[in-house]
């Protein structure tokens, strides 16, 4: 199980702001969002929903922070495997999250340290729904069986874990849909993926209620039902599916009051109440959101507005929705404003109809970030992720601002590379090289393809950059770019395996980092590598990462375990192997602060280490920084103190100010 401890970033450690990751989607899966943030959130805009294997919980409103926290951002980390759902219980305390295998967990939203309270295994297999009772005392899911000898559905009392009656199953044992009534006399709907009917049970104990007659309604639907949701005063429920149609029942007896067929041209995935229990959200597959107001009485329902949200990432009318611009989810967060997910898990904060503004997409990562690079002098940065998506960001914001968009986008998944991007630098003329493992490297220029491409002719595995020369690693050898263009012929090949690689800001020197535990040192003035120093005895494992000092005249590296320094003048040791040796696994990436006082490593085994040159003998260390590992970091030379910005694994970009730890360990 993990450790209470590893559930999010510490507390006391110094981030100054965090974007966290995407949500999870799958093509024809509801992505279940939760707006709902319960009554200790009351009057915020709260977002929660499963990504990878995290759960975010989140503010859409500037300057509004999460409970008991002073972050508007909470990236919950308790779970082994893939999340697939999450829901806040209605007193705004607690959080539920499920996972792939599953496992559901009750946590502590209003602690600091977000305390487990129940690790339970509660289905065999995926959990894809979580709804709460108006006390915040039990606890309904539904998901998918192994067997049938398991259940797809149950409830509990979650304090104690002990299940409240038997839900009746469903064929197939699939069902991603289930609501409880919030208030009493108590009741659960679920919903069937194969049978496409609801199922309504009294309680607790929980037992399923008889049909008599035409209540309660379990046939509403023809197709698979993919969402069920109850207004928070218990009056109303709606249910959706792939018959395309929306349907309103009494909440104590699920007699059908309403049904509108046809609502969209494509499957509903998901719908959402409104605080004021008339306003209705749909998202559809195809790629559009729409309003709805329900009577009080639920005896009709007219439409109020549609979002083409696909249309809006396009840029363009489309007649069919792209297959990245379906939309798998929708909720009101804070029970005011109208989000939805799309396929390609951009989120999209939906204007009121009246309301001033445009559609909002709040974009990032959800697959894991390989790689990054600053741009300090144009205020950027940009990232790339195992998809092949590229991102740009604002620096001083720590904001995404867009994602690069490919020169075929048709289905907006926005793919650049047609593999995992590990490689990325910044060129003179503030122009992005990408590499990944398509064996293709693209330029970016302000954010836009220039349409230009490198073709490597072999995996690379590393890229650096001086002034205006580039080397490229790859597994079969060394590529020199001059101005971004092939200054060699074709590679360059070496005996080794190169890993890593640094080029000097004077362009005449490159270093690289080889498997064989060495680091070669080239001069590359002429256009050619011409070695011309090996450091052999430096490292007992395999070089990962190198980092020139800002002034050049110090040279960082980085293998399994140990932080080494050198002198690039006569290549003396200035720390050696076995004394900044704290990493537990692969350090992943240097950064060197802007007087070259202090290094900043990030590793595999997702820590920040803090080194300084003039007091060797201390650290500073920032655990669980990144789940899954740290993967790129920088320190800001646009502000005053230090400050810096990482990217990792987990597809979050954190910034933290680490002045005061500084100055009481270094001082």
């Known amino acids: 199980m993990v450790a209470n401890s590893n559930s999010c970033i510490p507390p006391s450690a110094p981030v100054t702001a965090q974007v966290p990751s995407l949500p999870n ?30 759960c975010v919980v989140r503010s859409l409103k500037e300057g509004e922070n999460l409970p008991n926290s002073e972050q508007p951002v909470l990236v919950y980390r308790g779970h082994q495997y893939a999340t697939t759902c999450c829901s806040i219980s209605t007193s705004g305390a607690y959080v539920a999250t499920g996972d792939c295998r599953g496992k559901l967990r009750v946590w502590a939203l209003d602690h600091e340290e977000h305390l487990c309270k129940l690790d339970i295994q509660g289905l065999s297999s995926a959990i894809w729904d979580i709804s709460w009772d108006g006390e915040s005392k039990r606890i309904a899911f539904a998901g ?338 001059k101005g971004g263009k092939l200054a060699s012929s074709g590679l360059f090949s070496i005996s080794y395996e190169a890993n890593c690689v640094c080029v000097s800001k004077d362009d005449k020197t490159a270093y690289v980092g080889g498997n064989d535990c060495k680091i070669y040192v080239y001069d590359i003035s002429g256009g050619d590598l011409k070695e011309k120093k090996v450091i052999s005895d430096g490292h007992l494992k395999p070089l990962a990462t190198l980092a020139l000092s800002n002034d050049g005249s110090m040279l960082a590296a980085g293998d399994v375990r140990d932080v080494c320094v050198y002198k690039t003048s006569d290549f003396s040791t200035v720390i050696g192997k076995s004394r900044w040796c704290f990493h537990l696994q692969k350090i992943t990436t240097l950064a060197w602060s802007a007087d070259d006082k202090v290094i900043a490593s990030g590793g595999a085994d997702d820590s920040i280490y803090l080194w300084s040159l003039e007091k060797k003998m201390k650290r500073i260390h920032y655990q669980f920084a990144h789940r899954g590992g740290v993967t790129g970091l920088t320190f800001r030379k646009d502000v005053d103190g230090l400050v810096i910005v990482s990217a990792g694994a987990d597809s979050c970009v954190v910034q933290w100010d680490v002045t005061k730890d500084v100055k009481a360990k270094f001082a």
């Open 25 to 54: 989607t799958t093509r024809g899966e509801p992505c279940p969002l939760t707006g709902e943030a319960g009554r200790l959130n009351s009057g915020k805009t709260i977002l929660a929903y499963p990504s990878g294997k995290t």
């Open 144 to 481: 998918d069986r192994l067997d049938n000898n398991s259940e797809c559905t149950k409830a509990l009392q979650w304090d104690t874990g002990v299940t409240q009656g038997n839900l009746y199953q469903h064929m197939k044992g699939k069902s991603c849909a289930v609501a409880f009534k919030p208030n009493r006399p108590f009741r659960v709907v679920t919903g069937g993926r194969e049978d496409g009917k609801l199922h309504f049970h009294k309680g607790p104990p929980f037992v399923k209620l008889p049909v008599d007659g035409d209540k309660p309604c379990e046939t509403a639907h023809s197709k698979s039902i993919n969402c069920v949701r109850y207004t928070s005063n218990g009056e109303l429920v709606a249910s959706v599916g792939g018959d395309k149609n929306l349907c309103v029942y009494d909440g104590k007896d699920l007699e059908l009051k309403c049904k509108k067929e046809g609502v969209h041209t494509g499957t509903i995935y998901a719908c959402a109440w409104a605080s004021d229990n008339k306003s209705l959200i749909t998202a559809s597959a195809d790629g559009t959101c729409k309003l709805f107001e329900v009577s009080s009485d639920g005896s009709s329902i007219t439409e109020k507005h549609v979002w083409k949200v696909a249309e809006k990432q396009l840029g363009k009318p489309c007649e069919k929705a792209p297959k990245g611009g379906m939309q798998l989810g929708c909720a009101f967060a804070g029970g005011t404003v109208p989000v939805s997910v799309s396929t390609n898990n951009q989120l999209a904060v939906l204007p009121m109809p009246g309301a001033s503004g445009d559609i909002e997409i709040i974009t990032g990562h959800n697959a894991p970030i390989g790689a990054i690079a600053f741009d300090h002098d144009g205020g950027f940065f940009y990232t790339g992720d195992s998809d092949g998506i590229l991102c740009k960001w604002d620096f001083k914001k720590i904001k995404a601002l867009e994602r690069v968009v490919p020169a075929d986008n048709k289905d907006l998944s926005y793919q650049t590379h047609g593999g995992a991007i590990n490689g990325m630098t910044i060129l003179k003329d503030s122009q992005l090289l990408s590499v990944g493992w398509d064996d293709t490297g693209y330029y970016t220029k302000a954010g836009k393809l220039t349409g230009e491409k490198l073709d490597i002719t072999a995996q690379p595995t590393s890229v650096g950059t001086g002034s205006s020369v580039t080397v490229v690693a790859t597994v079969k050898g060394l590529m020199v770019l």
